[in-house]
């Protein structure tokens, strides 16, 4: 009977989607019609002569054409980041760094406005989210780290920490403004020198960034931007002359990564692929856990290497959860990106839209049950409507490999011990959510899951001062905070 | 009528994670709300507000003059719904319901020795009785906030249950003074309380203690209003009173009601504020939508 009742009782959600669009300008984003390379702190042509396109996923138009950079280009720009090294920036006081860092991040909030727009053109997440998250945390992370610049010797006391020299950095389409800064900031603040290759779908940004660096007068060479697809990046871990690679992105390419660097003198951080476990208790305040598992696979169409992309709910409370979580769906708003009410996206890519597509119908293929929300995506433009996975087991495809979309994979577990297994049974250790009442728990827990970073009764939170990075597949080194430095010192 | 079969152990009420439910509430105010949606909802908000005057200096002639006012918001603007009710004292019921006569708008009394409810049941049943003889449509009622904070939960369960049953056909809103409450964690609590004992309405506060109206604690309320309605088939009302003055906070309410509760939920018979200058801001805002600029507050009338 009270089954039967609760099958009745539907919400309904159409007006809350249907609102009138508020969409931000894009009169703010200058966006070239073309791109050429930033070396030497000039843009110069390609040795290669090639363009490619970069488009908008939310309309499939293009944006603007950028220049693809060939060996010889990634030899020009670790040439000039070398010089600068050595020239310059080393000689550089850490106070004087510090100056520039600062410059750079009071620069990207003076232009917050206009990142923002172009981040959400060229990559399809929401502009609420580049605007409240995306280029704050970027500025964030360089003013963070123009404070550590003169205190390196706090940091690491009774050391005398050593910059590297050459850092060439690889960073993922997913926060492309922000991996930027993650990994520029720290590079700088420790006194070395950068190549930075930004993902060939979302050049845009870190180009901007580039006229940042520029008009704020940062000593030519000392931050090189060169764009390109896979074979540009391994041009750039290939070159003899870097010392460091820092590579953020897929666990199959940080592989390739290691077996190339492997016998020479680079050093590396990774920060790859995930698979989080976010595990609902049954004492856990529910509401805020669906939120939080809302936040954890729908932010940025689940295209977050620490997406809570796999869920436990204790079996008491699967039904009501699954009941809130998906009542909770029919309220997001997915469409336009540009519209200020937008809660999901465009995904980044075609490509990417068909891996997600490619494990809607493996999830189905192996006997899971599929949930999506019942809103309209638009016609053009890749889109994908927010997806749970209910009955999948352990051993199913979308329970174990990175699907990088808004698919939600979710399992039941009875005691604390079985959660516990069942997070860690997998490659991969990124990160993972613990929603519980009970403090004993959290810290038993915590202290047992192998992730490198844990949310307790909160997912996908982020902050300068706190490293993140990962377990097993999911990379090594850390970035963010005092431990962000390490990776570019010896100490 | 959907029936409750099993009451819980008020006890264990689920908890209420502080930063997570503030964080979900502020998201809601991140909604940017235009045009036709705007206008939509300014006017459903106008057609949503319990036009209140709970001040002991109030006289037979304020409270016609508030009336009026409920009827006719403002006549320059053609079309306007009017407000869901008048809310005040039980000694001037009367007043309000001949001066309201047939324009279809409730008239709610505050009653149960409001707003401290410090009294005997005796005395609350028979300020109750009195209103609804006087002709309320509708009583709020103040729950017993030092008895609740004793742990007394059955003593505030029957207490709201013997109300329940004097009001006969009126509605019943429970106030549940989230100002003096302290907690999210008892917000919730007393939401179920209120609920489980047959309140047709859960309110916020009596608009005498600082602070009123939150949007986290109606979102507490609503997500409480939401459980019940799951596990009951059985819709209950919300009324934030207090604290809400500027259209712009109004929508961010309805924003969240309509996302917590959905459409069902966006009319006068399940939702309501508590306010007494709200209208006016609405009002002002509704004719800059049509003339494109803002006009002086003294063309509004203040009743």
């Known amino acids: 009977m009270a089954t039967k009742k609760n099958n009745t009782v539907k919400l309904q959600f159409d007006s809350s989607r249907n609102l009138a669009p508020a969409l931000e300008s894009k009169s703010v984003a200058k966006i070239a019609d073309q791109y050429d390379l930033f070396i030497n702190g000039k843009f110069e042509k390609p040795s290669s002569k090639k363009y490619f396109n970069t488009i908008n996923p939310a309309n499939e138009e293009k944006l603007s054409s950028v220049a693809e950079a060939n060996s010889a280009d990634v030899n020009k720009a670790v040439v000039a980041a070398r010089n600068a090294y050595e020239k310059v920036w080393k000689k550089t006081s850490a106070k004087e760094r510090s100056k520039y860092i600062y410059r750079i991040a009071r620069m990207i909030q003076e232009r917050a406005r206009e990142l923002a727009v172009i981040e959400t053109l060229d990559g399809g997440k929401p502009i609420r989210e580049s605007r409240d998250f995306d280029v704050p945390t970027a500025a964030n992370h360089f003013f963070y780290y123009a404070g550590w610049a003169d205190k390196l010797e706090y940091a690491f006391p009774n050391r005398k920490p050593q910059s590297l020299g050459v850092a060439g950095q690889i960073i993922p389409w997913n926060f492309p403004l922000l991996m930027a800064a993650w990994k520029i900031a720290p590079a700088l603040a420790t006194g070395n020198t950068v190549v930075l290759k930004p993902a060939e779908t979302t050049p845009l940004t870190a180009l901007k960034l580039a006229e940042i660096i520029q008009e704020a007068d940062l000593p030519p060479g000392v931050v090189n931007i060169i764009t390109g697809a896979g074979a540009t990046g391994a041009a750039l871990v290939n070159h003899p002359d870097i010392n460091k690679i820092a590579f953020t992105g897929s666990t199959d390419v940080g592989k390739i990564i290691q077996k190339a660097i492997a016998g020479t003198n680079k050093k590396a951080t990774l920060e790859l692929g995930g698979k989080a476990a976010n595990i609902i208790f049954d004492d856990a305040p529910l509401d805020q856990a669906v939120e939080g598992v809302i936040n954890g696979i729908f932010f940025n169409q689940g295209h977050v290497c620490c997406a809570g992309s796999r869920l436990f709910v204790q079996e008491s409370v699967y039904k009501i959860v699954l009941q809130k979580l998906k009542d909770r769906m029919e309220s997001l708003i997915v469409g336009n990106p540009l519209d200020k009410n937008t809660d999901i996206g465009a995904i980044n890519s075609k490509q990417q839209l068909d891996v997600i597509n490619k494990y809607l119908k493996i999830g189905q293929q192996e006997g899971a049950e599929m949930f999506q929300s019942s809103c309209n995506i638009p016609k053009k433009g890749f889109y994908c409507r927010p997806t749970i996975f209910t009955n999948v087991a352990q051993s199913n495809r979308i329970a174990q490999e990175e699907i990088f979309g808004p698919v939600l994979a979710i399992q039941t577990f009875r005691t604390e011990d079985e959660a516990i297994e069942k997070a860690n049974n997998t490659p991969f250790g990124l990160s993972a959510g613990v929603w519980t009442d009970k403090g004993s728990k959290i810290f038993n827990m915590t202290s047992k899951l192998r992730a490198g970073v844990i949310w307790a009764n909160t997912y996908n939170k982020f902050d300068p001062t706190s490293p993140f990075g990962g377990y097993k597949e999911s990379g090594f080194g850390r970035e963010g905070g005092m431990h962000g430095l390490e990776g570019y010192l010896t100490v | ?303």
Request: charged residues 25%; hydrophobic residues 40%.
């Open chain 2, 1 to 303: 009528m959907a029936e409750i079969k099993t009451i819980p152990d008020f006890s264990l009420t689920p908890r209420i994670d502080q930063v997570g439910i503030e964080e979900r509430a502020s998201r809601f105010t991140k909604r940017s709300i235009k045009n036709e949606t705007k206008i939509k909802g300014l006017k459903l908000a106008l057609n949503m507000i319990d036009l209140t005057t709970l001040e002991g200096k109030d006289t037979d002639g304020k409270v016609k003059q508030l009336c009026y006012k409920a009827c006719h918001l403002h006549d320059a603007y053609p079309g306007l719904p009017s407000v869901a009710a008048v809310c005040v004292y039980p000694s001037m019921v009367a007043v309000a319901k001949k001066a309201l006569g047939d324009s279809g708008i409730k008239v709610a009394s505050v009653a149960t020795a409001f707003p401290s409810g410090q009294s005997t049941r005796d005395v609350k049943l028979r300020d109750t009785k009195f209103a609804i003889n006087q002709g309320a449509d509708e009583i709020d009622m103040v729950i017993s906030r030092g008895k609740f904070h004793q742990g007394e939960y059955n003593f505030v369960f029957d207490e709201i249950a013997a109300i329940k049953e004097a009001c006969g056909e009126a509605r019943l809103k429970v106030i549940l003074e989230t100002g003096e409450l302290g907690s999210y964690d008892k917000v919730r609590r007393a939401s179920d309380i209120a609920m489980y004992a047959g309140a047709d309405f859960i309110k916020t506060s009596t608009g005498k203690i600082s602070p009123a109206a939150t949007m986290p604690v109606t979102l507490v309320m609503l997500e409480a209003i939401r459980d019940f309605y799951y596990k009951t088939g059985k819709k209950i009302a919300m009324k934030p009173a207090g604290g809400i003055s500027k259209a712009k906070l109004a929508l961010h309410y309805l924003v969240m009601l309509n996302e917590v509760l959905g459409e069902e939920w966006m009319n006068n018979e399940w939702f309501r504020f508590g306010a007494s200058s709200l209208a006016n801001d609405i009002l002002m805002q509704l004719m800059k939508q049509k003339t494109g600029v803002y006009q002086s507050a003294d063309y509004f009338a203040l009743d």
